[in-house]
């Protein structure tokens, strides 16, 4: 992120973005948001259902964003 010098992950599953926090600047916030996503990707692997009820404890601060409603193709 520009703004703020942050590194952001997030992982998108069917038109639907779902936030995985900010990380820290420099290499140590890259490696972060690195571990973050491949860990929603793990959890992504064992079925949505799964994914969804994980992504609700670990995040419950963010709502995912529904990029098909906002008019995004793709």
């Known amino acids: 992120n520009r703004k703020n010098g942050l ?6 599953h069917k038109y639907v973005t779902y936030q995985l926090g900010y990380h820290g600047e420099g290499k140590t ?3 972060s948001a690195v571990a973050a996503r ?6 992504l692997e064992m079925g949505f259902d799964f994914f969804s009820k994980w992504y609700k404890v670990k995040y419950p601060d963010y709502t995912p964003i529904n990029r098909a409603e906002r008019g995004y193709k793709g």
């Open 29 to 31: 916030g890259y490696e």
């Open 7 to 12: 590194w952001i992950a997030e992982i998108r």
């Open 38 to 43: 491949k860990e929603a990707e793990s959890m």
